[in-house]
């Protein structure tokens, strides 16, 4: 009895320690086969099939042209799907240098990829602060007007056409500016 009590406590405290999951992954890529569906979906997304990962994205701020840090993500390729997790934009840009902008200057996010994500969002935090919604219209926002280092996230979906509340694909692209 004292041994299956002991064996009982073992087992309960390795599956608190290590989870349910059969994978350990330590911010680690984990990649999962898609299942064949049992019948062929009406629309699958139009990508290329050697993006293995989200494409890149950049930020254009006058003619300067600067790129973003993927973060965390979904991505659906060739059979297979893949879900990273990372650190927030600050501490994973708490080793970049911040892209240097005037007070107000436009700050235009670019992507070149088809299809074009079609659901966006862009959060600005500090440091110490909390996060803010950034209006975006037509890819592009203004930088702050106080002088300051700022980080960003921006969120992008690509929404599956025909099935409401379904993504075909997901990124965050993480950036820091400094208001001079």
Known sequence: MKRSVM???LILAY????GCSSTLTNGK???VEKQSPSRKPESEPVR???LKKPPEADILIGEGVYPTKLGTYCWTST???ICVDT???VELLKDEVPVSVQPGEVVKLVMNVEPKPNKYHVTQMTAEGTPKEVSVIENSFRAPTDKGTYYYAYGVWWMDEHKENQSNGDAFYCFVLKVI
Request: charged share 15%; hydrophobic share 45%; proline share 11%.
């Open 7 to 9: 064996l009982l406590v």
């Open 15 to 18: 599956m608190s320690l290590f």
């Open 29 to 31: 890529d984990v990649v």
């Open 48 to 50: 290329k099939p050697d």
């Open 79 to 81: 059979n297979q799907s």
């Open 87 to 89: 650190v927030g934009p």
